[in-house]
């Protein structure tokens, strides 16, 4: 997959040779220098992920990374440190500033290239969800909202690869905060995930790494738990089994002996980034419901109604019932429109509860609603009809000072698959301004289509 690279680095031959390496293997390349650089090239370039070199004057790599990370428009790009140090409270210190990976000088391309190829697999998936949500925010239908940064309230599955890991990873997640479960063995791992979703599952490599990673394709493969946050355990010796893990889906990893501040480190920024997923997911989820749905009564509003008639008009044909509330304006003048608003939320209420739960109910205009019935034919959808008009005129609608009687009229019409939507609605309301004409508080059918 091609993408675009950001090298940040002081030292000009570094950035020609690396940029080199990037360009050979189909990557889109731009460099900077200098921190202040790096951040201005980040947000106007927008690159998929960025290299960070972190021994620079000034603005040294840790410094540019967390400015990275507090900027809204740049905090979910991946970053990698490149550096000569390898020192563990280095790596660790890169990984708390929000460092996605950290990579020694000189870079074995073997290495450089899986993380890359693993980074940008979850970017895209979040770059999706990002764009969705936000077209529904352009639209005022959500709010963006944050991500968690903790991890307390996590769930995470633990499966150990040895007895070197069983009881002590667990241990420490739990001492983070984290709701943490110990598998005894992968198809117990698999009975765990089934029964609760799983914030980040933790694998550690066996011996025989092979089946542990058969494993780890295994759980790709999985269509609910493909996009869980996979990190793996391995001893030294595993290094290409881990590269080779990095392909199959696996996105972070940690060596044994397990550093507590390193597997923390690398666990607080996978379990960020899947709550931020899960929370672009939830907005999308939010603005696509609000999107369809009437705020005042809860039914679904003219937008989706349409889209669904038109939909039943290509296979079954449809029955529409358009209902208009009788004497509405004199209802808000009198009571005011806080009655009127309970008078409408009523009236839906009736309504849904009395049509069946294939059939559609929703509010299309002020005080206009719309029934839409497959199946339902001649004398069948005028009883329905009927019996929608009784149940709203039987009883007055409460309110705080008192009752108010309503009654509604119907106009319903039927048609044959193929008929326009539009053409439908029109008949029904001819049916329903007869009705208004006829003296309200009754239901007439529109004759039935030519033949």
């Given at each position: 997959?091609?993408?675009?690279?950001?090298?940040?680095?002081?030292?000009?031959?570094?950035?020609?040779?690396?940029?080199?390496?990037?360009?050979?293997?189909?990557?889109?390349?731009?460099?900077?220098?200098?921190?202040?650089?790096?951040?201005?090239?980040?947000?106007?370039?927008?690159?998929?992920?960025?290299?960070?070199?972190?021994?620079?004057?000034?603005?040294?790599?840790?410094?540019?990374?967390?400015?990275?990370?507090?900027?809204?428009?740049?905090?979910?790009?991946?970053?990698?440190?490149?550096?000569?140090?390898?020192?563990?409270?280095?790596?660790?210190?890169?990984?708390?500033a929000?460092?996605?990976?950290?990579?020694?000088?000189?870079?074995d391309?073997?290495?450089?290239?899986?993380?890359?190829?693993?980074?940008?697999?979850?970017?895209?998936?979040?770059?999706?969800?990002?764009?969705r949500?936000?077209?529904?925010?352009?639209?005022?239908?959500?709010?963006?909202?944050?991500?968690?940064?903790?991890?307390?309230?996590?769930?995470?599955?633990?499966?150990p690869?040895?007895?070197?890991?069983?009881?002590?990873?667990?241990?420490?997640?739990?001492?983070?905060g984290?709701?943490?479960?110990?598998?005894?063995?992968?198809?117990?791992?698999?009975?765990?995930?089934?029964?609760?979703?799983?914030?980040?599952?933790i694998?550690?490599?066996?011996?025989?790494?092979?089946?542990?990673?058969?494993?780890?394709?295994?759980?790709?493969?999985?269509?609910?738990?493909?996009?869980?946050?996979?990190?793996?355990?391995a001893?030294?010796?595993?290094?290409?089994?881990?590269?080779?893990?990095?392909?199959?889906?696996?996105?972070?990893?940690?060596?044994?002996?397990?550093?507590?501040?390193?597997?923390?480190?690398?666990?607080?920024?996978?379990?960020?980034?899947?709550?931020?997923?899960?929370?672009?997911?939830?907005?999308?989820?939010?603005?696509?419901?609000?999107?369809?749905?009437?705020?005042?009564?809860?039914?679904?509003?003219?937008?989706?109604?349409?889209?669904?008639?038109?939909?039943?008009?290509?296979?079954?044909?449809?029955?529409?019932?358009?209902?208009?509330?009788?004497?509405?304006?004199?209802?808000?003048?009198?009571?005011?429109?806080?009655?009127?608003?309970a008078?409408?939320?009523?009236?839906?209420?009736?309504?849904?509860?009395?049509?069946?739960?294939?059939?559609?109910?929703?509010?299309?205009?002020?005080?206009e609603?719309?029934?839409?019935?497959?199946?339902?034919?001649?004398?069948?959808?005028?009883?329905?009809?009927?019996?929608?008009?009784?149940?709203?005129?039987?009883?007055?609608?409460?309110?705080?000072?008192?009752?108010?009687p309503?009654?509604?009229?119907?106009?319903?019409?039927?048609?044959?698959?193929?008929?326009?939507?539009?053409?439908l609605?029109?008949?029904?309301?001819?049916?329903?301004?007869?009705?208004?004409?006829?003296?309200?508080?009754?239901?007439?059918?529109?004759?039935?289509?030519?033949?």
């Amino acid at each position: 997959m091609t993408a675009r690279i950001l090298v940040v680095d002081d030292v000009p031959a570094n950035v020609r040779l690396l940029a080199a390496r990037l360009s050979a293997e189909f990557y889109e390349v731009a460099s900077a220098s200098s921190g202040p650089e790096a951040l201005v090239k980040a947000a106007s370039w927008n690159p998929d992920i960025i290299l960070l070199d972190v021994m620079m004057p000034g603005m040294d790599g840790y410094e540019v990374c967390r400015e990275l990370k507090r900027d809204k428009a740049t905090a979910h790009i991946p970053v990698v440190m490149v550096t000569a140090l390898n020192d563990r409270q280095e790596r660790i210190r890169g990984l708390e500033a929000g460092a996605d990976d950290f990579l020694s000088k000189p870079v074995d391309d073997a290495t450089l290239f899986a993380r890359l190829r693993a980074l940008l697999r979850v970017k895209q998936v979040e770059d999706a969800w990002r764009m969705r949500a936000e077209a529904a925010r352009e639209l005022g239908l959500s709010e963006p909202a944050d991500a968690a940064a903790s991890t307390a309230g996590a769930f995470a599955v633990v499966v150990p690869g040895t007895e070197a890991d069983r009881g002590v990873l667990a241990d420490i997640l739990a001492r983070e905060g984290m709701t943490v479960e110990e598998a005894n063995g992968q198809e117990d791992a698999l009975a765990l995930l089934a029964d609760r979703d799983a914030d980040l599952i933790i694998l550690g490599l066996g011996p025989d790494g092979v089946q542990s990673l058969r494993f780890a394709s295994r759980l790709r493969a999985d269509s609910v738990l493909r996009d869980v946050p996979l990190l793996l355990v391995a001893d030294q010796a595993q290094k290409p089994l881990v590269l080779r893990g990095f392909d199959l889906g696996a996105n972070d990893h940690v060596l044994r002996p397990v550093d507590p501040a390193e597997l923390l480190a690398r666990v607080r920024n996978q379990v960020r980034r899947r709550r931020t997923q899960e929370m672009l997911r939830a907005d999308l989820d939010r603005s696509l419901e609000l999107a369809v749905t009437d705020s005042l009564t809860g039914l679904r509003n003219r937008r989706y109604a349409m889209r669904h008639l038109d939909g039943l008009m290509r296979s079954s044909g449809a029955t529409a019932m358009l209902i208009d509330v009788d004497r509405f304006k004199s209802i808000n003048d009198r009571f005011g429109h806080a009655a009127g608003d309970a008078v409408l939320r009523e009236i839906a209420d009736r309504l849904r509860a009395h049509v069946r739960a294939a059939d559609l109910v929703a509010r299309i205009g002020g005080e206009e609603f719309l029934v839409v019935a497959a199946g339902t034919s001649g004398e069948t959808g005028v009883c329905v009809a009927e019996r929608l008009r009784q149940v709203v005129a039987e009883r007055p609608v409460q309110i705080p000072d008192g009752e108010i009687p309503v009654t509604v009229s119907i106009g319903i019409a039927e048609a044959r698959p193929g008929t326009r939507a539009d053409m439908l609605l029109r008949r029904a309301d001819d049916a329903l301004y007869r009705a208004k004409e006829n003296g309200r508080n009754r239901v007439e059918a529109a004759p039935p289509e030519p033949s």
